[in-house]
């Protein structure tokens, strides 16, 4: 393993030279597809920048302070000396899933996905783009914004690996598909991970990325995430992110659907130093259906920011945004939702909304939800709301003997049922379920999907 440590002073040109001095090894472990791409992506970083709180769309999270720092890069495949299944498992132990690991951003060698219907691939993005270019060329780069999105230009630069997952036409993956990204360093470290969704027509899965961190170090992951969903196609897409407060992350969700296909995406967020969330989905084909669902507990000096562009091309789709947050502490979150109604989407109905419950007096939410239409048959609606516990409720479960705190839990659990009821895959959901009680009761204070938490003699702890 060669990574290259390299101090970073705060000024973009910093990244640009990075990028520079180390572009030979970036791609001598890369494919042809990807690099097509680098020149480009350098160019519109060189313009654009890691996004500020000035960039609109990034208004309430500053990234720049973020990606400053000395810090690590990983620029060759991790190779571990250890078995993952020694220092790690999974929170869903009754979960009869296909899982596969990233460690730092790379493909886990030792992975072993089992036996996959016929034509199914999941493998590592880079091995894939080499060996058979042609199931990647045709959708990387198409729907993530490198060319005005900063963060996302970014990625393009350093992308080296990542997971891919491509389902036939007519296949249906029955068990779960689960993605398991680790990150472990002695060193901070960066990553900029890159992955690729591809569902040919009437295809199925399922598909749970898990984000987790197994040392203390500081890390910030950029990660971006394609993908395409066919005509008849269904894909939910669960991004469960569990890490602790030294860790930054930005997760770049960009899919586009085609003709009666359905996609649901769900990000849960129950621990996150920093987190920003960019889901963005292209109706293109008629009579698509496209779900987004968020949840995000904060506590102590925790940020998350949501970002969502729902964009209906075509006439006759549907979407449906729902997103909420319970923040505690000094904590602040986010919330930008953007429904777009092209002049020819008529039929389109869409719907928005964005609650969130306010603990302390010092917590803080930023809430923006937007219609822009531009068709007259349409139904569309969008709403949200910022406030505390209610009062009623709360006094009406006191008069039933239930005391304060009790009542506390019972009240905020029922507000964030509303997403956790959307989990279509049982045992995840009624893990979620635990975990987020465990998170309203104060117990979950160390990252239960690692071994070594927790255990005399270790000092891990994840928040």
């Given at each position: 393993m060669d990574n290259v440590i390299k101090n970073i002073i705060g000024?973009?040109?910093?990244?640009?030279?990075?990028?520079?001095?180390?572009?030979?090894?970036?791609?001598?472990?890369?494919?042809?597809?990807?690099?097509?791409?680098?020149?480009?992506?350098?160019?519109?970083?060189?313009?654009?920048?890691?996004?500020?709180?000035?960039?609109?769309?990034?208004?309430?999270?500053n990234l720049q302070p973020l990606f400053s720092g000395d810090f690590t890069f990983s620029l060759k495949p991790e190779t571990l000396t250890e078995n993952l299944e020694d220092i790690f498992s999974c929170d869903v132990d009754t979960l009869d899933s296909i899982t596969v690991y990233l460690v730092n951003g790379w493909y886990y060698t030792r992975n072993n996905p089992g036996d996959l219907p016929k034509g199914v691939v999941i493998g590592s993005m880079a091995q894939v783009a080499k060996e058979n270019p042609e199931l990647i060329e045709k959708y990387y780069g198409i729907r993530a914004p490198h060319l005005s999105d900063g963060a996302v230009?970014?990625?393009?630069?350093?992308?080296?690996?990542?997971?891919?997952?491509?389902?036939?036409?007519?296949?249906?993956?029955?068990?779960?598909?689960?993605?398991?990204?680790?990150?472990?360093?002695?060193?901070?470290?960066?990553?900029?991970?890159?992955?690729?969704?591809?569902?040919?027509?009437?295809?199925?899965?399922?598909?749970?990325?898990?984000?987790?961190?197994?040392?203390?170090?500081?890390?910030?992951?950029?990660?971006?995430?394609?993908?395409?969903?066919?005509?008849?196609?269904?894909?939910?897409?669960?991004?469960?992110?569990?890490?602790?407060?030294?860790?930054?992350?930005v997760a770049g969700f960009?899919?586009?659907?085609?003709?009666?296909?359905?996609?649901?995406?769900?990000?849960?967020?129950?621990?996150?130093?920093?987190?920003?969330?960019?889901?963005?989905?292209?109706?293109?084909?008629?009579?698509?259906?496209?779900?987004?669902?968020?949840?995000?507990?904060?506590?102590?000096?925790?940020?998350?920011?949501?970002?969502?562009?729902?964009?209906?091309?075509?006439?006759?789709?549907?979407?449906?945004?729902?997103?909420?947050?319970?923040?505690?502490d000094h904590s602040t979150g986010a919330f930008t939702g953007k429904i777009m109604v092209r002049p020819d989407a008529q039929?389109?109905?869409?719907?928005?909304?964005?609650?969130?419950?306010?603990?302390?007096?010092?917590?803080?939410?930023?809430?923006?939800?937007?219609?822009?239409?531009?068709?007259?048959?349409?139904?569309?609606?969008?709403?949200?709301?910022?406030?505390?516990?209610?009062?009623?409720?709360?006094?009406?479960?006191r008069t039933r003997g239930i005391n304060k705190n009790e009542a506390t839990i019972l009240l905020m659990y029922a507000f964030a049922y509303e997403v956790i009821e959307k989990i279509k895959v049982v045992p995840l959901r009624e893990q979620i379920r635990t975990l987020v009680e465990k998170r309203f009761r104060g117990e979950l204070d160390k990252c239960h999907s690692c071994v070594v938490c927790g255990q005399k003699g270790t000092d891990v702890t994840c928040l």
């Open positions: 000024k973009d040109i910093s990244l640009a030279e990075l990028f520079e001095e180390n572009r030979s090894v970036i791609e001598s472990h890369s494919s042809p597809v990807l690099n097509s791409f680098r020149d480009e992506a350098f160019d519109a970083f060189q313009e654009l920048g890691i996004p500020s709180n000035k960039v609109e769309n990034y208004k309430y999270t230009a970014f990625n393009t630069m350093f992308a080296q690996d990542g997971f891919f997952v491509y389902v036939p036409k007519g296949v249906v993956v029955e068990k779960p598909i689960q993605i398991v990204n680790i990150l472990m360093s002695e060193d901070a470290l960066m990553t900029t991970q890159r992955n690729l969704v591809v569902m040919e027509d009437n295809s199925e899965a399922r598909i749970m990325v898990c984000d987790h961190t197994l040392t203390t170090g500081k890390f910030v992951m950029n990660n971006v995430t394609e993908g395409y969903v066919g005509r008849d196609a269904k894909l939910d897409l669960y991004n469960l992110q569990n890490q602790h407060n030294a860790t930054t992350q960009y899919f586009e659907q085609h003709e009666n296909s359905h996609l649901a995406t769900n990000n849960l967020t129950l621990h996150a130093g920093v987190a920003r969330n960019n889901i963005e989905l292209k109706l293109a084909g008629s009579h698509a259906e496209g779900h987004a669902y968020g949840l995000y507990l904060l506590d102590k000096n925790q940020h998350v920011d949501n970002f969502s562009y729902i964009d209906h091309a075509v006439p006759d789709c549907f979407s449906d945004e729902l997103f909420k947050g319970v923040l505690d039929k389109t109905n869409a719907y928005q909304s964005n609650n969130n419950l306010l603990l302390t007096n010092d917590a803080k939410m930023n809430t923006k939800p937007q219609l822009e239409i531009y068709a007259d048959d349409v139904k569309c609606s969008h709403g949200a709301t910022v406030g505390q516990i209610d009062e009623d409720a709360m006094f009406y479960l």
